[in-house]
């Protein structure tokens, strides 16, 4: 009798070990299964209020009075200039694609410009000269650079999306998204379809900068003009610097906007429409953006 209850307890250890091992799984399970369960309401929660901002934000463009870099409405004004706005709890920035860099009608000067924010001069202007042949209808080859491990074949072709830049030799992922926090990336600049003409009351600081070789001070100059809303002031500046246009300062019809829900990111291109239904035509949709690093 002895002998089997000594037995007994060894064995009741064991199951007890076993079934505790087995408990351990069963709530490492269930607490993964509740934080996906909770990320995925997050994600649709944000889903919701950033399609709703971009929404919002588009009629009141539609319906706005516009200004050089803006769209009022009564007393409130939606920016396109890239500067943080809030739209019922989330963070917008809109980027009238005039401030921003055609690829399709491009001359290769400000290309090696844009690429002069991320890289040197020798190797902006090489990259510049892919995409440049690559959306020439003219078919070029060409050999080798060092350190690539393939001939380059461009498309010949305009491109179809700003994505279609990772194809180019020379520009890797991490300049194209820069997922840094507060850092912008080379897609943030540029357009595979965008509008024949610059409006500098709307041009992000890092052009101004790069394209037409403006220093800090002269940048800052004009964003205080910009931010004060003193146009005449802003024609000045630009006459004695040498930003021309073929256009006044207007903004454009499409629109880049980036967006920052409580937990994820959302990108947009949208387009105005005029006379008609539907108001505006969302030519891009990304979300969560983040998913794309």
Known sequence: MRKQVGAILPLTLIIMAVLSVLAIGVVSQARERLEFAVDQQNEFADFIAINNAVTKA??????GVPSANAFGLKEQKVYVDGREMDIDGVKV????????????????RDLIGVLRIFTDASQASAIAEDIDNWRSTSYTSRSPRSGEAEEYVPRHSLLRSVDELLEIPGIGQADFYNPAEGKVGLRDFVLAGGVGWYNFATMPKELLTSLYSLNERQVATLISARMDDDWSRLQ?????????????NVPSHRFLMTL???????RAMIEITTGGLPVFNKTLWQYPDAARY
């Open 93 to 108: 920035k809109i980027q009238d694609s005039a401030g921003l860099i055609n690829l399709a009608s491009a001359p290769k």
């Open 236 to 248: 000045q500046l630009q006459m004695s610097w040498g930003l021309n246009s073929e256009m006044p």
């Open 260 to 266: 920052q829900g409580n937990y994820f990111k959302g």
């Open 58 to 63: 588009a009629y009141r463009i539609s319906i």
